[in-house]
């Protein structure tokens, strides 16, 4: 069973920086696609960014230049670093994997940008 854990969201005024973290088990981490993904209120789950098992990268336009994805595969984690964060990131932040044709998601972690 494959288990995903995210940490690290809070409160953060505008201007301001946060990491989140993706903790996994149960899957062979250094051969996953890992990504992160962004609920803003009322809004449909949006795709953030994303890194392949060879550490490629890829992100949501929205966060280019000020979200940095990357991953620590000795310690089963992904990591989403949040600059110059803007009101507009607001929202529930969810980390995912697909393993073995199956999709499994974390219970997400809040991050609120104050203006």
């Known amino acids: 069973q494959v288990q995903l854990v995210e940490s690290g969201g809070g409160w953060v005024q505008a201007g301001g920086r946060l990491r989140l973290t993706c903790t996994a088990s149960?899957?062979?981490?250094?051969?996953?696609?890992m990504r992160w993904y962004r609920q803003a209120p009322g809004k449909r789950r949006a795709y953030i960014a994303s890194?392949?098992?060879?550490?490629?990268?890829s992100y949501n336009d929205s966060v280019k230049g000020r979200f940095t994805i990357t991953r620590d595969n000795a310690a089963n984690a992904v990591y989403l670093d949040m600059d110059n964060l803007k009101p507009e990131d607001t929202g529930v932040y969810y980390c995912?994997?697909?393993?073995?044709?199956?999709?499994?998601w974390g219970q997400g972690t809040q991050v609120t940008v104050s203006s």
């Open positions: 995912n994997t697909l393993y073995y044709s199956t999709d499994y």
């Open positions: 890194i392949t098992k060879d550490y490629s990268t």
């Open positions: 149960g899957n062979n981490f250094r051969d996953a696609y």
